[in-house]
T-cell receptor, first 112, second 114 residues
């Protein structure tokens, strides 16, 4: 079956640091890959997505590249801000089976 | 409305009682999903609707859980004879229904079973 493994948290960084949150997956076929973010007190919202191998999703300075050869979709940002403090979830969905399979989530805290 | 709405936002109930959770998807979205977010299990899929049909109910944890959708819009998730392990945040999401489309999540219903 499908599964998503992401970096255990919590992660604490200083403002302007470089961020990487690792995500690897197991799936049949060619899934779509997503990063969702949950800011404090708010609902889940899509951060970025990629639907095929070598695609790069990007939004708000965050990027992730769909790497089929390593079955990975690592999230990166070059310079984090305090406002990036949130819980980040990696997820996948198979073509034709649209339910999302989530990783366990990584809590990110950015200190000024 | 502008987004997915859910009600109630919080629900406290006693063990053994039945509860109903409601989801109003984004207007025009044909696909609707229920997920559960709990400390021990993370984010889990429960059930998926396309229109009023549920082609995937594989995530419902027991026969105490059921869901329906009427008019291709509002959905209700019902939990009968609630147990303490049912305590969680229940999330609803909707999408336009085309393959690969983004799912948009509601704020969730926080359920506490005493």
């Amino acid at each position: 079956g499908n599964s998503v493994t992401q970096m255990e948290g919590p992660v604490t960084l200083s403002e302007e640091a470089f961020l990487t949150i690792n995500c690897t997956y197991t799936a049949t076929g060619y899934p779509s890959l997503f990063w969702y973010v949950q800011y404090p007190g708010e609902g889940l919202q899509l951060l970025l997505k990629a639907t095929k191998a070598d695609d790069k999703g990007s939004n708000k300075g965050f990027e992730a590249t769909y790497r089929k050869e390593t079955t990975s979709f690592h999230l990166e940002k070059g310079s984090v801000q305090v406002s990036d403090s949130a819980v980040y979830f990696c997820a996948l969905a198979n073509f034709g089976n649209e339910k999302l399979t989530f990783g366990t989530g990584t809590r990110l805290t950015i200190i000024p | 409305g502008a987004g997915v709405s859910q009600s109630p936002s919080n629900k406290v109930t006693e063990k053994g009682k039945d509860v109903e959770l409601r989801c109003d998807p984004i207007s025009g979205h044909t696909a609707l999903y229920w997920y559960r977010q709990s400390l021990g299990q993370g984010l889990e899929f429960l059930i998926y609707f396309q229109g009023n049909s549920a082609p995937d109910k594989s995530g419902l944890p027991s026969d105490r859980f059921s869901a329906e959708r009427t008019g291709g819009s509002v959905s209700t998730l019902t939990i009968q004879r609630t147990q303490q392990e049912d305590s969680a945040v229940y999330l609803c999401a909707s999408s336009p229904g085309n393959l690969g489309e983004t799912q948009y999540f509601g704020p969730g219903t926080r359920l506490l079973v005493l």
